[in-house]
């Protein structure tokens, strides 16, 4: 519903400040009852708290104390981690931001990027790419890090993707641009009623 919605997109954009999103806060910007949004978390998988209840990780963006990931997220100056690749290609669009990507890759090499809300802005190297997997639901729910995330990595060139997705059974390479697209599609499906037509995220306060 569109309140779940709202609640997901301003969990990222509290995140994205760069420290850990109390429960009380998240209440006072998305208006609604704490004691409702703290039972919602609760029954949400993806959702990581502190030692304080508050949050410090959720779908795909977490502060490096919560995860010391491979991939360097950074916006506005505050560094992050993602847990997989493909975060840093939906979560730009989403924040509203654009981020510089530091990946390093399991086949050697780091790959950067800089994503805008709309697009890639640069590549280096140019050939990168990305592997995938298609996700299996169940698994998702229940460890989305482990049957998930670590199937999902940036690759120098092409040869050194096909050279890892040989050793990994289900994985695949996507080119950057087809990468963006499904993120993009993701973020369609996920927010129905906070997407424009222009895919810019609405219904949320301006940040002041």
């Known amino acids: 519903n569109m309140f779940e919605q709202r609640l997901s997109l301003e969990i990222y954009r509290l995140l994205a400040e760069g420290q850990p999103v109390p429960i009380p806060k998240l209440a006072e910007r998305v208006a ?22 508050r949050v410090v990780g959720y779908w795909g963006l977490a502060l490096p ?36 990507i530091e990946s390093a890759s399991p086949g050697g090499g780091t790959v950067r990027l800089r994503v805008t809300p709309q697009q890639l802005d640069h590549i280096d190297p140019a050939g990168a790419e990305m592997s995938f997997v298609v996700p299996d639901a169940d698994g998702v729910q229940k ?7 670590h199937f999902i990595h940036f690759f120098a060139s092409r040869e050194s993707g096909n050279s890892w997705t040989s050793r990994h059974p289900g994985t695949f390479l996507l080119s950057m641009d087809e990468a963006l697209l499904l993120a993009h599609r993701r973020n369609e499906l996920q927010y129905p009623d906070l997407l424009q037509p222009d895919r810019r995220i609405t219904g949320l306060r301006e940040r002041a």
């Open 143 to 149: 460890d989305v890090v482990t049957t998930f995330c």
């Open 32 to 53: 609604g009852g704490a004691e409702v949004i703290k039972h919602i978390l609760n029954h949400w998988p993806g959702v990581f708290f502190d030692s304080e209840e």
């Open 65 to 100: 104390s919560a995860y010391a990931g491979p991939h360097r997220f950074t916006i506005r100056g505050q560094a992050l981690s993602t847990w997989c690749a493909w975060d840093t290609l939906f979560l730009p669009q989403l924040l509203g931001e654009t981020a510089m």
